[in-house]
């Protein structure tokens, strides 16, 4: 007969949580070891990259060239210029063994720009946006020169850079990237250089110092009191993403912080001004958010100038024309402290000049024109690639062969496309141009739309009405951070499996078209994917997701989804770690006040 005494367990409930918490906390350990391994230095047992050395005794046109082929192994040369979104998505991505990687950059860092804005007010500090490069391309043993490109062969495939100071040198390439970025434009406006651009790390450094010290002016006593509005005057030319957080971003700082520790006399004499030349401030989302930016930045008391440009700025002063719905103009003069030039991109002196030795394929004059798979149209071999700012895509205009897809679309017995023979003819013609393939095919799923006389069939006029509706939607990429991260990801996808493809077939062909057809077939072309694009406006946030949704939120929710979605796209734990450091400082004990 059983007693009720169950048996006492071999292991005690102690010991069996202990091994529970223990195995947990190995298992944990191994992950962040795993994730992090090629990020912490204390994990890094590998070798530091050789030193680039000079070709002795060779040289062209009077400078010396680099040896970039360090590994001994017969793989290709693949230099990248720059070091923005773009060229370090490639180095993300790019296979580890599949080229001698050489990196050519002025700055020997990469920077998250769509934090610069708040770095001017001191949200975040400087080096959390920072990743040093040569970090990143240590994974793939790449190498680092601290230089700017300043000319270019494309028979030979050399670069010519320079470092200020130290001389020229060429740089030798199997294959190129171009991601040097772009240069603000100037719209014709006189007096820039008493303006602010916010483009590197020393841009945010520059406005920061800028606006402590136009604060600590204006609170002297001997400051009169005109000249201190004139200090408190902060204005910003252009109502893009970039003018508007700024904006959002100093009125941030002025009530949260400087509110603690400047009178109410001198906080009552600040005024943020936006001059826009359009309709409404960012006119590239949604007309929703544009209104919902506007009527915020109008509770918040900061001025937006619309349908207004800029034509001459002073030590002091602001010039700028507003146009009336008559059609009349007139002009203002207003006192200013304080003006970032925020409107607009064009070519820098080494895409102008690479443009200008591919005239006959070049006819941009706002940046590279590329192909569908990123190669700068005009280098017949394919072996240069372009992205980011300073390039973009070239897309077909398919009303222009209005009569070849027409006939292809309908049989021979009719003079009209049934609803069958166009899902075929969607097929085929999304083969035939990719970067179009997505609006071809939303077509179909429109077929009643676009049939106007309901009879189940496209007449000429009604396909002709179709191509216009997806030539429209064909427009230039938007100079975004995730388009150049898009096109970095792929182009570093289509590097590695160019590079296996050589390796593992006998593809090398003397004749250039033939190369770069065969490549052509192995690698399919670029599509961008719109993941949306985000906007700070102070204690409130909004975000355009594209075919009419749109998110918009005043309240710290909103703040911390967008600081959330920008977490998540740092490119390393480093910075991840950093920014959270940053905002949680910000949070407990305010902004730096701190002119350094």
């Known amino acids: 007969m059983s007693t009720g005494k169950g048996k006492p367990p071999l292991v005690s409930p102690f010991l069996r949580r202990l091994g529970f918490w223990t195995t947990g906390t190995v298992g944990l350990a191994m992950l962040g070891y795993y994730l992090a391994k090629d990020e912490i230095e204390a994990f890094d047992n590998e070798e530091p990259p050789q030193e680039l050395c000079l070709i002795e005794g060779k040289s062209y046109k009077g400078y010396p060239i680099v040896e970039t082929s360090s590994s001994g192994e017969s793989r290709e040369r693949l230099v990248i210029l720059g070091s923005g979104w773009g060229a370090v998505s490639i180095l993300k991505t790019l296979d580890k063994d599949a080229y001698d990687v050489t990196v050519v950059s002025p700055n020997n860092y990469f920077i998250f720009t769509p934090l610069l804005p708040s770095v001017t007010v001191g949200t975040v500090e400087f080096r959390s946006v920072l990743e040093p490069i040569r970090r990143i391309i240590k994974r793939i043993r790449g190498s680092y020169l601290e230089a700017t490109a300043i000319d270019i062969d494309f028979e030979k495939k050399y670069v010519l850079v320079e470092k200020s100071g130290e001389g020229r040198v060429w740089v030798p390439y199997d294959r190129l990237v171009v991601g040097v970025g772009a240069q603000s434009i100037t719209h014709g406006a006189k007096g820039l250089e008493f303006c602010h651009k916010l483009k590197t790390i020393t841009d945010a450094r520059s406005m920061r110092q800028h606006i402590m010290a136009n604060f600590e002016k204006a609170a002297l006593p001997t400051t009169p009191a005109e000249e201190k509005r004139r200090l408190l005057t902060f204005v910003v030319c252009g109502g893009g ?66 349908n207004s440009r800029v034509q001459q700025i002073t030590e002091s002063s602001l010039v700028y024309t507003t146009r009336h719905a008559d059609g009349s103009v007139e002009e203002h003069e207003i006192p200013q402290g304080f003006v970032l030039w925020s ?254």
């Open 241 to 306: 993403p970039t003018g508007c957080e700024f904006a959002a971003e100093l009125y941030d700082f002025l009530a949260e912080d400087l509110k603690h520790y400047f009178s109410k006399s001198i906080q009552d004499m600040v005024h943020v001004i936006i001059v826009q030349s359009q309709d409404h401030i960012l006119n590239m989302m949604d007309s929703v958010i544009s209104e919902f930016a506007e009527s915020e930045f109008g509770r918040r008391n900061i001025t937006v100038l619309t």
């Open 343 to 596: 409107t607009g991109i064009s070519l820098t002196p080494f895409t102008r000049l690479l443009c200008d030795k591919l005239t006959e394929s070049q006819k941009n004059r706002h940046a590279i024109t590329v192909d569908c798979r990123l190669r700068v149209k005009g280098v017949d071999d394919g072996s240069v690639y372009a992205l980011g700012d300073c390039a973009t895509v070239e897309y077909p205009h398919l009303l222009e062969n209005i009569n070849e897809l027409f006939n292809s679309a309908h049989s021979k017995d009719t003079t009209d496309i049934t609803r069958a023979e166009f899902s075929k003819f969607v097929q085929t013609a999304a083969k035939e141009y990719p970067s179009a393939a997505g609006h071809l095919k939303s077509l179909e799923s429109n077929f009643s739309h676009f049939d106007v006389d309901h009879n189940e069939r496209i007449c000429r006029s009604e396909f002709r009405t179709m191509l216009e509706y997806v030539d429209s939607k064909l427009t230039a990429l938007p100079a975004l951070a995730q388009v150049a991260n898009q096109e970095g990801v792929y182009l570093g996808h289509a590097l590695s499996h160019l590079a296996k493809l050589h390796k593992d077939s006998n593809i090398m062909t003397d004749a250039d078209a033939e190369k770069s057809r065969m490549e052509e077939m192995a690698i399919g072309p670029f599509t961008y994917h719109h993941k949306g694009t985000l906007a700070y406006l102070g204690r409130a946030a909004a975000a355009d997701f594209g075919e009419g949704q749109a998110y918009r939120g005043s309240n710290l929710v909103a703040k911390y989804l967008w600081r959330s979605v920008y977490w998540s796209q740092q490119v390393s734990l480093r910075t991840r770690v950093l920014l959270m450091m940053d905002w949680f400082k910000e949070m407990l004990f305010g902004r730096d006040l701190s002119k350094f």
